[in-house]
């Protein structure tokens, strides 16, 4: 599941506010609020919802692999 820093890092990196990853995730702005300060221990299908919003928008998410999890900007093919 990715983490609440993973999420602030993936929409900083895109420029996307938290009311426009929240209605892209069908959420709440406050649950995305609550959910990114780590004040909210949200359901799996909701972790999903974000996640494959921001894909979506053209990030990806890197596993733990030793150094802890992250994130990325998808490459654009041209």
Do not use: H
Request: net charge positive; charged share 20%.
């Amino acid at each position: 599941m990715i983490t609440p820093q993973q999420i602030r890092g993936a929409r900083a990196m895109l420029g996307m506010t938290q009311a426009a990853l929240a209605a892209a995730a069908g959420i709440s702005t406050t649950a995305l609020n609550n959910i990114e300060r780590g004040a909210a221990d949200p359901k799996a299908s909701t972790l999903t919802a974000i996640q494959r919003a921001l894909e979506s928008a053209g990030v990806i998410f890197v596993a733990e692999n030793g150094e802890g999890p992250g994130v990325r900007l998808r490459k654009e093919w041209s």
